[in-house]
């Protein structure tokens, strides 16, 4: 029979539609086999971007602030925030093992911070041997012997000094006999506490009395600043390195009587402010802990990109709070 083929031991007579048909469907395969493939690699490229985000501790409610403000700006960019931390401050080894679990994982990202320089050197290195960009928030230090794409935080040192100028002007007619509440050593005690001894020099109504260490630790705080006016009944200042060691302080010295007492500390966290609205705590120097998380992942994000930083050094400004200007910071 003249047109007519045979497939199979089928008699196809157009065998022209059957090509036709066939081309259509050949064509449609490769399609959705190129639009799966094409949703593997977006699927694979989203779970790339990752940032690792690495306070000290999540007790403090700056770092909690930090994190918001970090969460955030990750969120408005589609990247992935993993937010890791120890148990505690002082747990230098335990931050290392996060870096180094973050890093077999592929983070594309990290940004740290810790109150320790030789944690702080260990983990940069680790990251810069894997080529992983690292940001460090909550301090301009620079990390010895290692890269860092860029600092995210306040000059802590100025902002002792702040804390000195706003008691040698602002009490001008007092003498305050003052007690520092210092934190872990490290840089971040230095700075601070260094920062307010040197400014305080210029005060004549300035009298640094007792230094001791409270870990950051509100509780801590309560009992080293009893001791402190149990030891010297002149006391009627305290200066805490962190707004928590500030509360602790404000504790004792409403629990020993102390009339007029000052109580100021570092961080601007959400408590403190309406501590000082409630007249418990007399000031903290407010830090803008949300700008700097935001801040901090933003670095992290042009580091992912491979966007150069013109300057390393990414320096957020602070204010010295009290009662004539709380209302300002309070959200």
Not at 34 to 46: E, P, V
Not at 220 to 247: C, H, P, R, W
Not at 300 to 310: L, R
């Amino acid at each position: 029979m003249p047109g007519n083929h045979f497939l199979g031991g089928i008699v196809v007579k157009n065998w022209r539609s059957v090509l036709k048909k066939a081309s259509i469907l050949f064509a449609a395969t490769l399609m959705v086999g190129s639009l799966a493939a094409c949703g593997k690699s977006s699927s694979s490229a989203t779970k790339e971007k990752t940032i690792t985000f690495l306070p000290p501790a999540m007790v403090s409610p700056f770092y909690k602030s930090t994190i918001e403000g970090a969460k955030q700006e990750a969120k408005a960019q589609g990247y992935k925030l993993d937010v890791l931390a120890p148990q505690k401050e002082d747990d230098y080894e335990g931050l290392l093992k996060i870096v180094e679990d973050s890093l077999s994982k592929s983070t594309n990202a990290i940004a740290i911070c810790t109150t320790d320089d030789k944690t702080m050197a260990a983990a940069v290195k680790k990251a810069n041997r894997d080529k992983v960009p690292v940001v460090v928030f909550n301090s301009l230090s620079k990390v010895k012997g290692a890269k860092v794409y860029s600092y995210v935080g306040y000059d802590q040192a100025k902002a002792g000094a702040s804390v000195a100028k706003w008691m040698g002007t602002k009490y001008a007619d007092r003498t305050l006999n003052v007690g520092i509440l210092e934190g872990l050593p490290g840089v971040f005690t230095q700075n601070r506490e260094g920062g307010f001894v040197t400014a305080a020099k210029k005060y004549k109504n300035i009298n640094i009395v007792s230094k001791q260490s409270a870990n950051w630790d509100r509780g801590k705080a309560l009992d080293v600043a009893t001791n402190m006016y149990q030891g010297n009944k002149k006391i009627n200042a305290f200066y805490g390195l962190s707004d928590e060691m500030a509360i602790g302080a404000a504790s004792a010295a409403k629990q020993a009587g102390i009339k007029n007492a000052i109580t100021i500390g570092i961080d601007g966290n959400p408590n403190t402010l309406e501590s000082i609205k409630k007249g418990n705590v007399t000031g903290s120097v407010y830090t803008n802990p949300k700008l700097m998380g935001k801040r901090a992942v933003k670095d992290a994000i042009k580091a992912i990109k491979g966007e150069k930083k013109a300057n390393k050094i990414n320096e957020v400004p602070t204010v010295v709070v009290d009662k004539s200007n709380v209302n300002k910071y309070i959200k």
